[in-house]
């Protein structure tokens, strides 16, 4: 099976239906990752296969829970899950957050060769962003703790607005260890075509 292939067949499983555009942007981006993953080492994974499953699909797996205008990748580091949102979702207006350097590099030229007019890339630690609109969601993969994600986002997403965590296995301990500012509104099962391991999606928000 070829990586295009596998990317629509994860995609027919995931019950998503993206544009010939959209498809051909998201093989440009793993183009991308691929070629600057030799030198940058963006991500720990190499194989072509697995950076589908893992991290294409893996980010696409949220599409369906992203009841959002804006939304901010903390931690955002190869793009993931930003890109592929911003990608497969046109409409949304995403920045890529992140602290480092030479990932931002990358980012800025990802967002450049696949055309994508809704990215904006910010440099920094979240702690210390103040944009100066907040966002309707924040997202974080793999960024820190639950409450380590709400401590360095709350100030960033309108008070009405989502912190969307994704994970491995069910947090249990890190949702007990919440603050009584931060309630839980949901946790998502997700099934990722290819992976073979337990997923989650943590919806939060700020207590009343």
């Known amino acids: 099976m070829t990586i295009e292939q596998q990317l629509e067949a994860g995609l027919v499983e995931l019950q998503l239906a993206f544009s010939p555009m959209a498809l051909e942007q998201l093989r440009r981006y793993l183009a991308l990752l691929q070629h600057w993953n030799r030198v940058y080492n963006l991500t720990a994974i190499r194989e072509p296969s697995k950076l589908v499953s893992h991290h294409l699909l893996d980010s696409l797996a949220v599409v369906p829970f992203l009841a959002c205008d804006t939304l ?10 930003g890109i592929p949102l911003a990608i497969t979702r046109p409409e949304l207006a995403v920045t890529l957050l992140d602290s480092n350097h030479k990932k931002g590099a990358f980012l800025r030229q990802a967002v450049i060769e696949c055309g994508l007019q809704n990215v904006r890339v910010e440099i920094g630690r979240a702690e210390a962003f103040r944009p100066a609109v907040l966002f309707d969601c924040a997202i974080s993969r793999a960024f820190s703790d639950l409450a380590g994600f709400v401590e360095a986002t709350n100030q960033l997403v309108k008070p009405s607005g989502h912190l969307l965590a994704m994970k491995g ?32 999606l943590v919806v939060l928000k700020r207590a009343d």
């Not at 500012?181 to 990722?192: D, E, G, K, M, Y």
């Open 169 to 200: 296995v069910y947090p249990d301990e890190e949702i007990a260890q919440l603050s009584a500012q931060t309630s839980l509104v949901t946790v998502h099962a997700l099934r990722i075509p290819g992976l073979g391991a337990e997923r989650h």
């Open 72 to 81: 901010v990748d903390v931690g955002s580091g190869a793009g993931l899950p």
